[in-house]
């Protein structure tokens, strides 16, 4: 069906991407919009599924919900689609390959074409009025970026700096400055772990993942994580049941950063509407000996899967839609939205282009948001998040405990992928 365009520069190259696709190839895409809470989307989706209905060519959700389902033979190995060209830039072929269970099976689409997974992807806010009155340019902190100075322990110090205590209380509250400000634990800690780079899996001689989180890198994370989040500079209990009051806290003027926020969040009014001068930065490396900063994009960020139902034939008109509702992205969408949008109408200096660059660049370690929770959380909840918000630092007493049901559990997904291969391969 066609659409009329807004006016709006974003959306209209989508409506106009979809319109010269349905035009080239001569179909008509039509969309089916759902609302499951993230924990209900793998039963929901599982139970279409195995209905055997073949009306959807092609499933957008939750990466959370759907990785731990994919080796129940519910979707199609995207290999056997021959019109898919990995190779080319609208494809993130890297992130691809780290969330598969092993080389020859991939069950995940992402690419240009699914923006949710660019919308969630992770970034620091920072109120660079306050940074001025506190320590001069703002223009240090992306210097800082761009040399690679940027780590943990330059986070903590400018967080604790910038602490006061307002009301004269004596007491952490509302009411106070804070160096960082989010919106409950679990959810902010994601990227902070992520961007920590510790080493969550390993690969053997066929590809296939082995749990290797127990380690020193993971002690230190926890560490240098715990003593910025449980920080009275950083106020995440005082806010941890309002997220509106964290957002106003920033946009107020009280807050130096604001964490747990998104690309996607620059098109909020809350911060499109701050008179607060903002800054956007990538997560900070771990430490000097970190090699490169490693962004973050939400568990919940929605990826491509093609429904098993689906002929066998038909894979081959399916991955050509697919291919070319991709390209079209990389070519209509992403100029409009990623350099019009959010380098120009959702930032207010030049720098804040290089900061989205690198936090667009930089994506890593997905293979532990998206196979975390079917491990019995041991790579990031069930052992980081556990001991962080319970303010312990004994991160290898915690994952040991958890290291057997969690190999049991990695060794039912490798035999299942293992099954649907020799199943593929006749």
Request: hydrophobic content about 35%; charged content about 25%; proline content about 4%.
């Amino acid at each position: 069906m066609y659409e009329d365009l807004t006016g709006d520069v974003a959306p209209d190259a989508a409506i106009q991407r979809n319109n010269d696709v349905m035009n080239r190839l001569n179909i008509e895409l039509a969309y089916e919009d759902v609302n499951y809470s993230y924990d209900q989307v793998a039963a929901n989706i599982r139970t279409l599924l195995q209905s055997g209905d073949a009306s959807y060519h092609l499933i957008i959700n939750d990466i959370y919900g759907l990785a731990p389902i994919t080796p129940e033979g519910l979707f199609h190995n995207v290999y056997d689609g021959e019109h898919f060209d990995f190779d080319k830039p609208w494809w993130y072929d890297d992130f691809m390959k780290d969330i598969s269970i092993n080389t020859n099976m991939r069950f995940m689409l992402a690419g240009d074409y699914f923006i949710d997974l660019l919308r969630c992807t992770h970034c620091l806010i920072m109120n660079k009025n306050m940074y001025t009155d506190l320590w001069g340019d703002p223009n240090d902190v992306y210097a800082s970026v761009l040399e690679k100075t940027w780590t943990f322990d330059r986070y903590r110090q400018l967080i604790e700096g910038a602490y006061i205590d307002l009301n004269g209380n004596g007491a952490v509250d509302k009411e106070d400055q804070f160096g960082h400000v989010a919106f409950q634990f679990w959810g902010p800690m994601i990227p902070w772990l992520i961007s920590g780079d510790p080493g969550f899996i390993e690969r053997d001689e066929n590809g296939y993942p082995i749990i290797a989180v127990n380690n020193e890198r993971s002690y230190l994370l926890t560490e240098k994580l715990n003593a910025i989040l449980n920080n009275d500079a950083t106020g995440i209990k005082v806010f941890s049941e309002n997220e509106q009051a964290t957002i106003d806290s920033f946009t107020s003027g009280r807050a130096l950063f604001i964490g747990y926020q998104r690309l996607g969040s620059l098109e909020s009014d809350n911060l499109r509407s701050a008179e607060t001068d903002i800054a956007i930065l990538p997560y900070p490396r771990l430490d000097d000996l970190q090699k490169d900063y490693v962004t973050s994009t939400h568990d919940t960020a929605e990826l491509g899967f093609i429904p098993i139902a689906i002929p066998q034939e038909d894979l081959s008109f399916v991955s050509s839609v697919i291919e070319v509702l991709c390209r079209e992205t990389y070519k209509q969408l992403l100029p409009a939205y990623y350099e019009s949008s959010l380098k120009v109408k959702y930032t207010r200096d030049n720098t804040a282009a290089q900061m989205i660059d690198i936090i667009h660049d930089h994506y890593g370690n997905g293979f532990a948001l998206a196979w975390s929770n079917a491990l019995s959380g041991i790579l990031l909840q069930g052992t980081f998040s556990s001991c962080i918000e319970n303010n312990n630092t004994d991160f290898a007493s915690k994952c040991k405990s958890m290291e057997k049901p969690a190999n049991k559990q990695l060794e039912k997904i490798i035999s299942k992928t293992m099954a649907l291969e020799e199943e593929r391969n006749g």
